[in-house]
């Protein structure tokens, strides 16, 4: 079963981030470059993918004559999403798992950010197989 | 270039849309439609839904990294209902394309002009692994 | 000499596979790295065959690549470790001769049938691992039909593999007795890899393979393998007389359309006749199993020519007996459908009740939906409408989704109809 693993935050948190030593980004990328790593051995990685700052993001409402409605608004206590994980495994409670490794990924001084990750299952494209 | 097209439009214990048949069928349709459009361009990389509110999980790192799972959120908060991620010429194409979606017809053949978030997605290529 | 590449030269290929993997790993005692080296020769066969034409001896071709491949290996691996030259003799004499094909055993498809779905491997690696090394495909083809990278794919049938190897499985023929223990296991993940193709059919996911064709294809090669065993040939005629459904399945907007409902000049007369040709020859040994009722009932449906000609009595019967057999949750429901079909539908809701209970059922979308289509049989559209709208927000299939909040949405449509045309009705004067 394919589910996703959605990472939040506000403008305020990534500008923390953004204020990390070089060191301690790079030790959280080392970890969340081995969690990749594991999945794939295991055969349970899909895809992983950080989006871009919400500076360049729309949101956008329809169409009037024939043109999108767009709308850049991003207000700085907004939840967004920084970045997803998609991972095909045997049960809910292994997509948890993974997300829990994320989640203990460190911060500064080594402590595990603790983020919340919000984990979603896809909806199947074709029937349910459970006969 | 890829974009991320999002429909944050679920909210916990909202469900299953309750219009006329016809209303229903227009607008599934409609998103057939518009997903093969985008594959017979060769725009569409995917397509995905997401299963309702009701099954979401929040999770945290807890003692010795063992899963805390939680099912409550903010009675506000919005939900991802589905999103595309699309391969396209230029950030006006990727609206254009959000805009369509957005535009699907709800009940009474209305545009239902719900909001999609565009993103670009970053083209660094996925961790290294060895 | 060469033949020319033409579309029916991929299926020939595909076929060759698992003998050449036979041959090499049984040649070299080592099916892990075989494995992968007639993946290899694959792979090149794909390239250039195309190009340059068909060899004529293709099998021999395969067997030299791939055999290469392994001896370019071992002679790697010994320059790691610097063995000696006395060594390196050694690997000379391990070539193989040029009268390879004196080594190829006729049953060495069937043994890597059994390898392949060992019951200690999971349904999704076992899957995997038949698909490459007795069907043939490429890493790519199988990672684009189940939407996972090629490396994840690739990850998943290595460690197939080296569970294969950890396990201890010899490569010969199981004995009778752990074949009649194993069998199970195969024919399960056979039915495994056609039920993703044909329930995963919906979607035009144009890249991917017909999973239900080449599942079909195992089965069809199985039963040459095992001609005598009645499931096995239950299992074919199954997949036969429900793929024979295929066309009439979806609609234009890929939506979902019920059996009741399908246009049934779209069905498969040929797929269906070969079904029941099986079918009646398996059945004719005696034994009955599990894919046998199965396929029994597909086939009292395929032969009704008008759904008003469905033989309900005669499902109802297969049902009971297949509720004696193995019974599940999921055979109660559909036999309560058809109790509904003989006896009415408080026959059937009487018999779905049996099931409230049932926790392995808590939750599961289809109590809902088979509940609300009962309901609606008895008339009872307020209750239909609310499970079909139930079983809408369980079930995890979009397709299956949109077909339940249409039923709900049809069925409101005709309430809202009676409302309006309600006589002496103040709201519309």
């Not at chain 1, 999108?68 to 495994?89: A, H, M, N, Q, R």
């Not at chain 3, 019974?327 to 109790?339: D, E, F, G, K, R």
Request: proline share 6%; glycine share 6%; net charge negative.
């Amino acid at each position: 079963m394919k589910y996703i693993l959605l990472m939040s935050g506000t403008k305020t948190g990534v500008d923390t981030y953004h204020s990390w030593s070089q060191k301690d980004i790079d030790t959280h990328m080392a970890v969340l470059t081995s969690v990749a790593k594991e999945l794939t051995e295991s055969g349970e990685f899909v895809a992983t993918q950080g989006l871009s700052e919400p500076a360049e993001a729309k949101v956008v409402r329809g169409e009037k004559n024939g043109m999108p409605v767009t709308d850049g608004i991003f207000p700085e206590s907004k939840e967004f999403l920084l970045g997803y994980w998609i991972v095909d495994v045997a049960t809910p409670e292994r997509a948890y798992a993974v997300a829990a490794k994320i989640s203990a990924a460190p911060g500064p001084g080594g402590v595990p950010t603790n983020m919340a990750i919000e984990v979603r299952r896809f909806a199947a494209h074709g029937q349910s197989k459970s006969e | 270039m890829k974009y991320i097209l999002m429909m944050n439009t679920m909210r916990a214990g909202h469900g299953v849309p309750r219009w006329p048949q016809k209303d229903l069928q227009a607008h599934i349709a409609f998103m057939m439609n518009l997903n093969q459009g985008l594959r017979e361009s060769g725009e569409l990389v995917s397509a995905e839904g997401l299963s309702f509110p009701e099954q979401a999980k929040l999770v945290r790192a807890g003692k010795d990294g063992v899963p805390i799972t939680d099912g409550v959120f903010p009675e506000s908060k919005e939900f991802l209902a589905g999103f595309w991620i699309i391969d396209v010429d230029s950030p006006e194409r990727a609206y254009a394309i959000a805009a369509k979606a957005s535009a699907a017809p709800g009940p009474g053949g209305a545009p239902l002009n719900m909001p999609i978030e565009v993103r670009p997605v970053m083209n660094a290529p996925p961790p290294e692994m060895l | 000499m060469t033949k020319p590449w033409d579309p029916t030269s991929e299926h020939l290929l595909r076929e060759l596979a698992p003998q050449v993997l036979g041959t090499v790993a049984r040649r070299f005692r080592d099916f892990v790295s075989a494995e992968d080296a007639v993946q290899e020769a694959m792979i090149a066969a794909f390239t250039q065959w195309p190009q340059e034409g068909i060899p004529d001896n293709p099998r021999g071709w395969l067997i030299q690549v791939a055999s290469r491949r392994m001896t370019d290996q071992v002679r790697s691996q010994i320059a790691r470790r610097e063995r000696e030259t006395a060594v390196a003799r050694e690997v000379e004499t391990m070539a193989p001769p040029v009268d390879i094909e004196s080594d190829m055993d006729p049953d060495d498809t069937l043994i890597l049938l059994f390898m392949c779905c060992h019951p200690a491997l999971s349904s999704s690696s076992a899957i995997a691992l038949t698909l490459r090394a007795v069907g043939g495909l490429t890493t790519t083809e199988i990672g684009n039909t189940f939407l996972v990278p090629e490396a994840t794919m690739a990850q998943r049938i290595s460690r197939a593999k080296q569970n294969i190897k950890a396990s201890g499985v010899p490569f010969r023929l199981p004995s009778p007795q752990e074949r009649a223990e194993r069998l199970p296991s195969v024919l399960y993940v056979l039915y495994l890899i056609f039920n993703e193709g044909y329930a995963s059919s919906v979607g035009a996911h144009l890249q991917r393979l017909d999973l239900a064709r080449e599942a079909i294809r195992l089965t069809r090669c199985a039963k040459m393998l095992l001609p005598n065993d009645a499931e096995v040939a239950g299992l074919l005629a199954l997949m036969l007389l429900t793929n024979a459904r295929r066309a009439a399945r979806t609609g234009p907007d890929e939506e979902l359309i019920s059996l009741t409902k399908q246009d049934r000049t779209l069905w498969d007369q040929v797929e269906i006749s070969e079904g029941i040709e099986l079918l009646t020859a398996a059945l004719s040994k005696g034994s009955v199993g599990l894919y046998q009722l199965q396929a029994a009932i597909a086939a009292v449906h395929d032969e009704a020519t008008r759904v008003e000609d469905t033989d309900w009595p005669q499902i109802l019967a297969l049902y009971e007996l297949l509720k004696r057999v193995s019974p599940s949750p999921m055979v109660t429901l559909n036999h309560a459908i058809a109790a509904a079909m003989v006896h009415g539908p408080l026959k059937g809701l009487e018999l779905l009740r049996t099931l409230d209970t049932d926790a392995r059922l808590s939750g599961h979308y289809r109590l809902d939906a088979v509940r609300a289509h009962l309901l609606e049989m008895a008339g009872d559209y307020e209750g239909a409408i609310k499970h079909y709208r139930t079983a809408a927000g369980r079930t995890t299939s979009i397709p299956e989704q949109n077909y339940l909040t249409t039923q709900a949405a049809r069925l409101d449509d005709k309430g809202q109809d009676k409302k309006t045309h309600a006589p002496f009705n103040q709201n519309t004067g």
